[in-house]
């Protein structure tokens, strides 16, 4: 059965309430329709529903939307379905519904009475009992915390930021190396090489009584430019291992007598304890020096001769 207000009116703005039904099963909804028609360049709220009941025992369950019709002559019609709930059995009145449009307080006229029907129980019938619960499945998110779950976002970002500072730490700053500090670019081989043995030259090592430090430091400058020129690990390699590598290498092999002299007289004053005169330590240098003008990059050699041209133009 559907019960249906008188439509009340107050200017141009007419209200209208209905139920779906009188009766409701208790704990069940049911819709209350409202209907509002007015000009269309009017504002109005409905007072009846700011609360979430319409009275102690019939509750809002849903305020819902309103959905506004245009009709002829700029008027509207809105529509409103209200769904209403309540739980114990009984005979309730509804409440007139108010609407304020303009300075004016409209009412639906007369009031609507709902009927809540307890649920039927035959007491004759069988008695039930529960369904076994069903196995639930495992699953690993049902025993994660909440703080854990809801944010896994900011926890995943976070062991990101960890995981990249541990290994800037074993990459970098472990090694003593400052990722952040610009990298100086590494001389060629050849200046490089010429270079250490200016400055190696200059510290008058064997002229203090140092010839083991002198020869060591003149064949590791010689081994890391094997190293760097020709791709060879003169680094790891004992004397007669580099020599090997070297009469192999068609640009290094025209030089080897004086590396071989070099590394000779070294490994005799290094592992032999052996003293040598000024100018064995003289000639040494100076074959350590030819070793690596004969054997430098074309374009370094092609660089040498410009620069002597250049010197000789200007004189």
Known sequence: ???????????????????????????????????????????????????????????????????????????????????????DPGTYQLPPILYVVGNDTLRSKESLTLTVDSIKVDPNGKIKDFKPLAQVPFKLMDWVPDFISNYWWAWLAGLLLIACGLYSYLKWFKKGINPLKP??????????????????KSRNLWQNGQEKQYYTELTDILRVYIDRRFGINAVEMTSTQIMEKIRQNKDAHIANDQLNNVLEIADFVKFANMHTLADDNEIAFQRALNFVEQTKPVEDAATDDNDQEGKEAAQ
Do not use: C, W
């Open 183 to 200: 990298i100086k670019k590494r001389l060629p081989p050849y200046q490089e090489a010429i270079q250490a043995l200016n400055a190696l």
């Open 1 to 87: 059965m559907t019960l249906t207000a008188i439509i009340a009116t107050a200017g141009n703005t007419t209200i209208g309430v209905k139920l779906d039904s009188t009766h409701v099963v208790m704990g069940k909804t049911i819709t209350m329709h409202i209907n509002i028609t007015q000009d269309d360049n009017v504002n109005g709220l409905l007072l009846s529903l700011v609360p979430d009941t319409l009275n102690s025992m019939v509750e809002i369950a849903d305020k819902g939307k309103a959905d506004t019709t245009a009709l002829d002559n700029n008027r509207v019609q809105i529509r409103h379905d209200v769904t209403l709930q309540a739980f």
